[in-house]
C-alpha cells in the first residue's frame, strides 16, 4: 500500500526489479508477489497494507508493473489470491472466508486486476482459500472449485502455472485435511501444491496424491497438465548450470545502496498527510512532544507477522523515539496497552505542547481506538500517525490531525517524522477511501454540443485517424435530432482545468431502456494520444460507471452502438494496448468469433447473380420498394418476426414510405403476401445520416443496406439473396455507388453477391451495477 500511495507504477516497477535483483543474489528465483487483491473492506485482518489500494484499475496496474519488475530480472511473480481475498473481515490462515458477490460483482472488482495479469502473460497465479456460493453452491473454498478455477482457465484463457496458497491454513487444514486438500487442489486444477510447515504433512500429501492417480480419482491427464505447466515455467527461468553456481555475494554492498537510495524515494513519495485541520503542523523542536507508542497485542495478522502459528507482531518503540528524539530532543515516550493509561501518565499528556500518538491496526485493537478517540478530551492538540493500515481512524472527524505511513517500519517512520516537521514535503495520497485523489487537472462532465463539438472534433480527428468523418457528420450522428433516436444519449467530456480548459477526451453513450438491465451502449471513447496513459479514458469510463450506478438500478456497459451506429464492437484493427485498455478496467471481451463485421462493396459495375434472380422467381416471390400501402403489414411483420430487437423494429417504424419512399425493399410470396424486407438507404437519405457514422468513409455516394430479413416461416428458400440484389439494383438507378452493409454476423452469406468485409469487432461489456 506505500507504493499505491505514490500512485507511480515505474516505482513500483523499480522496486521489483531491485527486489528481484536481491533474491537472485541469494539464490531464489521465484516471488509470491504481488498482491492483486482490492482492499475493499476495512476490516480485513489478512490483506491490509499488502494491498495497493481498493481501486480494481488501480491495483491491476501497479501489480502489474510489480510482476514486470520481478520478471527482468529472472525472478518468478505469482499474482495472488485469485479470485480475489480483498472482501473478507475473516482471516483465511485461522477459518474459511465467504464472499457472496455475484459473478458480475466480481468482474466489476475482484477480478479485474486478475484479469489483466492474465492479459499481459503473468508466469503464476496462487489461489485463495475463500468460498464462493453465488459461483460454486457446492461452498469448497476457490482453491478446490473447478468452477472458480474455470473463471482463470476458460474466460481469462489463462494457461500459466496456478499455485495453491498454502494448504495449511485453517481455510483448508480445518474442513478438509491438508492432505486430502492437496488431491482436491489438484483435482480442481491447481499445478503446484504449497504446504509450508510440516515434513510429514508433505510427505503424507504426496502419498494421497498417488493414491488418487493411481485409482483414477485424479485423471492422469490432470497430473500431466500440471506437469506440463509447471516444467514449461521452469525451462522459460530456471537452469540447473546457474542454480549450482556458487553464490558471491560480492554485490551485496552495492546492491543495498540501490535499495536503500530507492525505498527512500518510495517512502518520500508515499507516507500521506491526511489531513491537519487545526494547522498543528510543522511541530516545533523545541516543543515538549508526549510520544505514545503501542504495546502488547499489537495486532500484525497472520501472513504478515507469523504465517499462521499465532505470533502476535511486536515493536521495539524505544528505536522509533531514537528517531523523534533526532528532530525534537524534548520528546518522551508512553507506552500504551490493554489496561489503559496511569494517572501519572495521564498528566504528563496534559502537560506535554503536543502528543503524538502512534497506532498499528487500531481498527483490530479495541485499546488502541478507544485510547486514540478520548486523547482529545487530555490534550487539544493531537496528531495521530497510523503506522500500518491507514484506515485506523480515517472515518473519525474528531481526529484532525492525520498522517499514515502503511507499514510501521523504521525508515517508513523516519520519513514521516521529518514530514511532522516539515509538512510541506508529504507528496502520498490515500490509495483506499472515499478521499482518494482523482487527478486535479482533469475534469470529467456532461457534454454540451454548442461548446464542446469543435474541440471533441480535434480529438476524434488526432485520436481516430483511420476514421475521419466530416464534422457534419459527426456533429449529427452525436446529437441527432429527437425524434429520430429509439434511445437517449448521454455524452462525457475530459477537460483540462489549467492553464486554461480544453477538451482531451470524450466518451459517447447511447442508452437504450426497454432491456433489463438497462443497456447503455458506449460507441466511442477518444482521448488525445498526448496524453495517452494520464488516466483520461480511465476518468471517462469511471464517471460513465458512476453515473450509470447512480441512474440505473441495473445496467450494463456495452462497447458498440446499434443506432446511433458507430462500429458493432472494439475494432480489431486498432492498437492491442486499445484492447488492453478495456480488459484492464473489467469488460469481457468476446472472441473474435462469432464475427461483428461491416462489409462494402462498390456497385457501379454490380450486376445480379442470375442464379439468386431466377431461382426466387421460379418460386412465385416478387420484389419491390415498399409502399405507403404496404406499411402497416410491414410493421407486423417486423413485431412478428423481430420483436427482441426493439432497435430494428424501431427503424421500420421509423421508415415510414409516406415520408421515405424507395428506404424498404421487400418480398412478396405468390399471395402477394410480405415474406422479406431490407433497408436500402441512398447516401442522401436523412436517416442514413443521422444514424450511421461511417458509410461516407468508403466514398461520397455510399449508401446503405442493413436490418435484412426474411419471415420465420420463408426461410431458406432463396428470398435474402434476390431480395438484395434487388435493393442493390434500385439503390444503384439512385445514383448510389457504392453500399456499406452493417453489423454482420453470417460468415459468407452476403460475400455471395460481392461484399468484402470493411472492418472487423470484439464485442464486450461490462456490469455498473
Same mark, same amino acid.
Given at each position: 500500500?506505500?507504493?499505491?500511495?505514490?500512485?507511480?507504477?515505474?516505482?513500483?516497477?523499480?522496486?521489483?526489479?531491485?527486489?528481484?535483483?536481491?533474491?537472485?543474489?541469494?539464490?531464489?528465483?521465484?516471488?509470491?508477489?504481488?498482491?492483486?487483491?482490492?482492499?475493499?473492506?476495512?476490516?480485513?485482518?489478512?490483506?491490509?497494507?499488502?494491498?495497493?489500494?481498493?481501486?480494481?484499475?488501480?491495483?491491476?496496474?501497479?501489480?502489474?508493473?510489480?510482476?514486470?519488475?520481478?520478471?527482468?530480472?529472472?525472478?518468478?511473480?505469482?499474482?495472488?489470491?485469485?479470485?480475489?481475498?480483498?472482501?473478507?473481515?475473516?482471516?483465511?490462515?485461522?477459518?474459511?472466508?465467504?464472499?457472496?458477490?455475484?459473478?458480475?460483482?466480481?468482474?466489476?472488482?475482484?477480478?479485474?486486476?486478475?484479469?489483466?495479469?492474465?492479459?499481459?502473460?503473468?508466469?503464476?497465479?496462487?489461489?485463495?482459500?475463500?468460498?464462493?456460493?453465488?459461483?460454486?453452491?457446492?461452498?469448497?473454498?476457490?482453491?478446490?472449485?473447478?468452477?472458480?478455477?474455470?473463471?482463470?482457465?476458460?474466460?481469462?484463457?489463462?494457461?500459466?502455472?496456478?499455485?495453491?496458497?498454502?494448504?495449511?491454513?485453517?481455510?483448508?487444514?480445518?474442513?478438509?485435511?491438508?492432505?486430502?486438500?492437496?488431491?482436491?487442489?489438484?483435482?480442481?486444477?491447481?499445478?503446484?501444491?504449497?504446504?509450508?510447515?510440516?515434513?510429514?504433512?508433505?510427505?503424507?500429501?504426496?502419498?494421497?496424491?498417488?493414491?488418487?492417480?493411481?485409482?483414477?480419482?485424479?485423471?492422469?491427464?490432470?497430473?500431466?497438465?500440471?506437469?506440463?505447466?509447471?516444467?514449461?515455467?521452469?525451462?522459460?527461468?530456471?537452469?540447473?548450470?546457474?542454480?549450482?553456481?556458487?553464490?558471491?555475494?560480492?554485490?551485496?554492498?552495492?546492491?543495498?545502496?540501490?535499495?536503500?537510495?530507492?525505498?527512500?524515494?518510495?517512502?518520500?513519495?508515499?507516507?500521506?498527510?491526511?489531513?491537519?485541520?487545526?494547522?498543528?503542523?510543522?511541530?516545533?523542536?523545541?516543543?515538549?512532544?508526549?510520544?505514545?507508542?503501542?504495546?502488547?497485542?499489537?495486532?500484525?495478522?497472520?501472513?504478515?507477522?507469523?504465517?499462521?502459528?499465532?505470533?502476535?507482531?511486536?515493536?521495539?518503540?524505544?528505536?522509533?523515539?531514537?528517531?523523534?528524539?533526532?528532530?525534537?530532543?524534548?520528546?518522551?515516550?508512553?507506552?500504551?496497552?490493554?489496561?489503559?493509561?496511569?494517572?501519572?501518565?495521564?498528566?504528563?499528556?496534559?502537560?506535554?505542547?503536543?502528543?503524538?500518538?502512534?497506532?498499528?491496526?487500531?481498527?483490530?485493537?479495541?485499546?488502541?481506538?478507544?485510547?486514540?478517540?478520548?486523547?482529545?478530551? &487530555?490534550?487539544?492538540?493531537?496528531?495521530?500517525?497510523?503506522?500500518?493500515?491507514?484506515?485506523?481512524?480515517?472515518?473519525?472527524?474528531?481526529?484532525?490531525?492525520?498522517?499514515?505511513?502503511?507499514?510501521?517500519?523504521?525508515?517508513?517512520?523516519?520519513?514521516?517524522?521529518?514530514?511532522?516537521?516539515?509538512?510541506?514535503?508529504?507528496?502520498?495520497?490515500?490509495?483506499?477511501?472515499?478521499?482518494?485523489?482523482?487527478?486535479?487537472?482533469?475534469?470529467?462532465?456532461?457534454?454540451?454540443?454548442?461548446?464542446?463539438?469543435?474541440?471533441?472534433?480535434?480529438?476524434?480527428?488526432?485520436?481516430?485517424?483511420?476514421?475521419?468523418?466530416?464534422?457534419?457528420?459527426?456533429?449529427?450522428?452525436?446529437?441527432?435530432?429527437?425524434?429520430?433516436?429509439?434511445?437517449?444519449?448521454?455524452?462525457?467530456?475530459?477537460?483540462?482545468?489549467?492553464?486554461?480548459?480544453?477538451?482531451?477526451?470524450?466518451?459517447?453513450?447511447?442508452?437504450?431502456?426497454?432491456?433489463?438491465?438497462?443497456?447503455?451502449?458506449?460507441?466511442?471513447?477518444?482521448?488525445?494520444?498526448?496524453?495517452?496513459?494520464?488516466?483520461?479514458?480511465?476518468?471517462?469510463?469511471?464517471?460513465?460507471?458512476?453515473?450509470?450506478?447512480?441512474?440505473?438500478?441495473?445496467?450494463?456497459?456495452?462497447?458498440?452502438?446499434?443506432?446511433?451506429?458507430?462500429?458493432?464492437?472494439?475494432?480489431?484493427?486498432?492498437?492491442?494496448?486499445?484492447?488492453?485498455?478495456?480488459?484492464?478496467?473489467?469488460?469481457?471481451?468476446?472472441?473474435?468469433?462469432?464475427?461483428?463485421?461491416?462489409?462494402?462493396?462498390?456497385?457501379?459495375?454490380? &450486376?445480379?447473380?442470375?442464379?439468386?434472380?431466377?431461382?426466387?422467381?421460379?418460386?412465385?416471390?416478387?420484389?419491390?420498394?415498399?409502399?405507403?400501402?404496404?406499411?402497416?403489414?410491414?410493421?407486423?411483420?417486423?413485431?412478428?418476426?423481430?420483436?427482441?430487437?426493439?432497435?430494428?423494429?424501431?427503424?421500420?417504424?421509423?421508415?415510414?414510405?409516406?415520408?421515405?419512399?424507395?428506404?424498404?425493399?421487400?418480398?412478396?410470396?405468390?399471395?402477394?403476401?410480405?415474406?422479406?424486407?431490407?433497408?436500402?438507404?441512398?447516401?442522401?437519405?436523412?436517416?442514413?445520416?443521422?444514424?450511421?457514422?461511417?458509410?461516407?468513409?468508403?466514398?461520397?455516394?455510399?449508401?446503405?443496406?442493413?436490418?435484412?430479413?426474411?419471415?420465420?416461416?420463408?426461410?431458406?428458400?432463396?428470398?435474402?439473396?434476390?431480395?438484395?440484389?434487388?435493393?442493390?439494383?434500385?439503390?444503384?438507378?439512385?445514383?448510389?455507388?457504392?453500399?456499406?452493409?452493417?453489423?454482420?454476423?453470417?460468415?459468407?452469406?452476403?460475400?455471395?453477391?460481392?461484399?468484402?468485409?470493411?472492418?472487423?469487432?470484439?464485442?464486450?461489456?461490462?456490469?455498473?451495477?
Amino acid at each position: 500500500m506505500a507504493l499505491g500511495a505514490t500512485y507511480a507504477p515505474e516505482l513500483a516497477k523499480e522496486v521489483g526489479a531491485v527486489t528481484g535483483e536481491t533474491l537472485r543474489l541469494f539464490g531464489i528465483n521465484m516471488n509470491y508477489a504481488p498482491v492483486c487483491d482490492i482492499n475493499s473492506e476495512p476490516l480485513n485482518p489478512v490483506i491490509g497494507v499488502r494491498s495497493f489500494g481498493d481501486h480494481p484499475g488501480f491495483v491491476g496496474r501497479l501489480a502489474c508493473a510489480t510482476a514486470q519488475g520481478l520478471r527482468e530480472q529472472n525472478v518468478i511473480p505469482s499474482v495472488k489470491h485469485f479470485p480475489g481475498h480483498g472482501d473478507t473481515a475473516v482471516d483465511s490462515h485461522y477459518g474459511l472466508p465467504v464472499i457472496s458477490k455475484t459473478r458480475e460483482q466480481l468482474d466489476e472488482c475482484e477480478l479485474r486486476p486478475f484479469r489483466r495479469a492474465a492479459a499481459e502473460g503473468i508466469e503464476a497465479v496462487m489461489t485463495a482459500h475463500i468460498s464462493l456460493p453465488a459461483i460454486d453452491d457446492s461452498q469448497l473454498p476457490a482453491t478446490l472449485s473447478a468452477e472458480a478455477l474455470n473463471i482463470l482457465r476458460r474466460d481469462m484463457n489463462y494457461d500459466g502455472m496456478v499455485i495453491t496458497d498454502c494448504l495449511e491454513m485453517d481455510g483448508i487444514r480445518a474442513s478438509y485435511g491438508t492432505e486430502q486438500g492437496a488431491v482436491l487442489a489438484l483435482e480442481a486444477g491447481c499445478d503446484s501444491i504449497m504446504i509450508c510447515h510440516t515434513y510429514d504433512v508433505q510427505v503424507r500429501s504426496i502419498e494421497k496424491i498417488h493414491e488418487a492417480v493411481e485409482s483414477g480419482k485424479v485423471p492422469i491427464l490432470r497430473l500431466e497438465g500440471a506437469f506440463r505447466r509447471v516444467t514449461a515455467l521452469k525451462a522459460r527461468f530456471l537452469s540447473w548450470d546457474t542454480a549450482l553456481q556458487p553464490q558471491n555475494l560480492d554485490g551485496l554492498t552495492s546492491l543495498n545502496q540501490k535499495g536503500t537510495k530507492l525505498a527512500k524515494e518510495a517512502y518520500s513519495s508515499s507516507v500521506t498527510l491526511v489531513r491537519d485541520i487545526p494547522r498543528i503542523l510543522p511541530l516545533s523542536p523545541s516543543s515538549k512532544i508526549a510520544f505514545l507508542f503501542p504495546g502488547d497485542k499489537t495486532p500484525a495478522g497472520g501472513a504478515v507477522d507469523g504465517e499462521g502459528l499465532g505470533r502476535k507482531g511486536s515493536y521495539n518503540a524505544s528505536i522509533y523515539l531514537d528517531i523523534l528524539k533526532q528532530w525534537n530532543n524534548q520528546a518522551f515516550e508512553i507506552r500504551y496497552g490493554p489496561v489503559g493509561l496511569s494517572a501519572e501518565q495521564l498528566n504528563l499528556i496534559e502537560a506535554a505542547d503536543v502528543v503524538l500518538f502512534a497506532s498499528i491496526n487500531a481498527r483490530e485493537s479495541a485499546y488502541q481506538r478507544k485510547l486514540g478517540l478520548e486523547l482529545l478530551h &487530555h490534550n487539544r492538540a493531537v496528531v495521530s500517525m497510523a503506522l500500518c493500515n491507514p484506515y485506523d481512524f480515517l472515518e473519525d472527524s474528531s481526529i484532525q490531525t492525520y498522517i499514515a505511513t502503511y507499514e510501521p517500519t523504521i525508515e517508513a517512520f523516519a520519513v514521516a517524522v521529518e514530514r511532522l516537521f516539515r509538512p510541506q514535503l508529504a507528496k502520498g495520497a490515500l490509495p483506499v477511501g472515499p478521499e482518494k485523489p482523482a487527478p486535479r487537472w482533469l475534469e470529467v462532465r456532461q457534454y454540451e454540443a454548442a461548446t464542446d463539438f469543435c474541440q471533441v472534433y480535434d480529438v476524434w480527428l488526432s485520436a481516430l485517424p483511420s476514421y475521419k468523418v466530416s464534422a457534419d457528420n459527426l456533429k449529427e450522428v452525436i446529437t441527432p435530432p429527437p425524434h429520430l433516436l429509439p434511445v437517449e444519449s448521454y455524452h462525457l467530456v475530459a477537460r483540462t482545468s489549467h492553464p486554461e480548459s480544453k477538451v482531451v477526451g470524450f466518451c459517447l453513450l447511447f442508452v437504450s431502456k426497454q432491456q433489463d438491465p438497462v443497456c447503455v451502449q458506449l460507441a466511442a471513447l477518444a482521448v488525445d494520444p498526448k496524453l495517452h496513459g494520464r488516466g483520461v479514458g480511465t476518468a471517462l469510463l469511471a464517471e460513465c460507471q458512476a453515473w450509470m450506478a447512480k441512474t440505473f438500478k441495473n445496467s450494463r456497459l456495452e462497447l458498440g452502438s446499434t443506432f446511433p451506429r458507430f462500429w458493432p464492437g472494439l475494432p480489431i484493427d486498432l492498437p492491442t494496448e486499445v484492447q488492453d485498455f478495456f480488459v484492464h478496467r473489467g469488460f469481457q471481451l468476446n472472441p473474435p468469433v462469432p464475427r461483428s463485421v461491416d462489409l462494402y462493396q462498390d456497385i457501379k459495375e454490380f &450486376h445480379s447473380p442470375e442464379v439468386y434472380v431466377t431461382r426466387a422467381k421460379q418460386r412465385g416471390y416478387t420484389f419491390r420498394p415498399l409502399q405507403t400501402t404496404d406499411y402497416p403489414e410491414c410493421i407486423i411483420g417486423q413485431e412478428k418476426n423481430f420483436s427482441y430487437n426493439q432497435a430494428w423494429v424501431q427503424m421500420y417504424y421509423k421508415l415510414d414510405p409516406s415520408k421515405y419512399p424507395t428506404s424498404v425493399m421487400t418480398a412478396f410470396d405468390s399471395n402477394g403476401k410480405q415474406v422479406g424486407w431490407t433497408l436500402m438507404l441512398s447516401h442522401e437519405s436523412p436517416v442514413l445520416k443521422s444514424h450511421w457514422a461511417f458509410p461516407s468513409l468508403c466514398g461520397p455516394k455510399t449508401g446503405l443496406i442493413g436490418c435484412v430479413g426474411v419471415d420465420a416461416d420463408h426461410r431458406k428458400e432463396g428470398i435474402g439473396l434476390a431480395m438484395l440484389c434487388h435493393a442493390i439494383e434500385d439503390m444503384k438507378q439512385r445514383g448510389v455507388e457504392g453500399v456499406f452493409v452493417d453489423w454482420v454476423s453470417l460468415e459468407g452469406w452476403y460475400e455471395k453477391l460481392g461484399f468484402k468485409v470493411w472492418w472487423s469487432c470484439r464485442t464486450g461489456a461490462i456490469y455498473a451495477n
